[in-house]
C-alpha cells in the first residue's frame, strides 16, 4: 500500500511563497493531486497533474499563482505556492485526483497571517 507523506508547510504572510511536497513510498502511475481542507470546511481539490506532466488542472482560485509538478523518478509531486493569501490557510494533502485514492497522510499545514 502507498504511502503519502507531505511536507512543507508553515505560516507565511500575505504575497509570500510555499513550497509543499508529497512523497510516496511507491510508484504513483495515476493522476495526482492536491487537496485542501480549511477548518469547518470539506476537502477540496486545487490541483492536478498527469503522470506525464502534461496534462494539468487548477481550481480558478489558484490559478496563476499555484504551480503543480511532479517527479516520478523520485515518487514525489509538489505544489510552489506563489502570492498565498489568507484563503489558502488550510491542511494540505495529495492524493490520486479522481477515483481509487491512497491511504491519506497527516497533511502539512499552511498558515497566510494578514
Known amino acids: 500500500q502507498v504511502q503519502l507523506v507531505e511536507s512543507g508547510g508553515g505560516l507565511v504572510q500575505t504575497g509570500g511563497s510555499l513550497t509543499l511536497s508529497c512523497a510516496a513510498s511507491?510508484?504513483?502511475?495515476?493522476?495526482m493531486g492536491w487537496f485542501r481542507q480549511a477548518p469547518g470546511k470539506e476537502r477540496d481539490i486545487v490541483a492536478s497533474?498527469?503522470?506525464?506532466?502534461?496534462?494539468?488542472w487548477y481550481v480558478d482560485s489558484v490559478k496563476g499563482r499555484f504551480t503543480i509538478s511532479r517527479d516520478n523518478a523520485k515518487n514525489t509531486v509538489y505544489l510552489q505556492m506563489n502570492s498565498l493569501n489568507v484563503e489558502d490557510t488550510a491542511v494540505y494533502y495529495c492524493?490520486?485526483?479522481?477515483?481509487?485514492?491512497?491511504?491519506w497522510g497527516q497533511g502539512t499545514q499552511v498558515t497566510v497571517s494578514s
Open positions: 492524493n490520486v485526483a479522481h477515483g481509487i485514492q491512497y491511504p
Open positions: 511507491g510508484r504513483t502511475p495515476s493522476v
Open positions: 497533474i498527469s503522470y506525464s506532466g502534461q496534462s494539468i
